[in-house]
């Protein structure tokens, strides 16, 4: 429990270093009026993007959505787009892999959800688990490209 007064308060993570403690404000705006039109106040530690799409329930036409990244998951913009809202949210950015100024992200693996595999750059193609988990594993051993790719250690013999 973070807080005797409050046990409802939560930690707030914005990256590995800052944390906040207590409330997330959600706030819809009509950007024409600055009229606030919507509000909603959630655990720290609950996710933005539901309690975006709540928001909107009680626009009667379409809208465009303007949003921070925590906006836009992809089950966020599948619900806005089947109400027909147009969506203007900053993508969530891409993390390297490792700290290797060439790094790779994960858009230079080539997903394929219908064949359920992951292939790597240097073409090693792995099936994706039930959980949605691709285990290159000791395929990585001897890669040029392995720096580019991870941080984790070669396997064992």
């Known amino acids: 429990m973070i807080s005797t007064v409050d046990p409802a ?3 707030v993570h914005k990256n590995r270093r800052t944390y906040r403690d ?13 009229l606030i039109v919507a509000t909603e106040l959630t655990a720290g ?5 539901p309690t975006g799409v709540d928001l909107l329930a009680d626009e009667r036409e ?13 089950e966020t913009r599948a619900e806005l787009e ?5 969506q203007t949210i900053k993508p969530i950015p891409l993390q390297p892999s490792t700290d290797h100024p060439d790094a790779f992200t994960i858009d230079a693996f080539d997903i394929d959800l219908e064949a359920r595999t992951a292939t790597c750059p240097a073409g090693v193609s792995v099936p994706i ?9 000791a395929r990585c ?17």
């Open 9 to 11: 308060s939560r930690h």
């Open 22 to 34: 207590g409330f997330k404000a959600h706030v819809s705006v009509e950007p024409g009026t600055g």
């Open 45 to 49: 530690n609950a996710p933005d993007g």
């Open 62 to 74: 379409p809208v465009e959505v303007l949003a921070d990244s925590a906006y836009g998951s992809g």
């Open 82 to 86: 089947t109400a027909g809202h147009t």
């Open 129 to 137: 688990s039930p959980k949605g988990q691709a285990t290159f594993g």
């Open 141 to 157: 051993d001897g890669c040029p490209m392995r720096p580019r790719c991870t941080r984790a250690k070669p396997a064992r013999d």
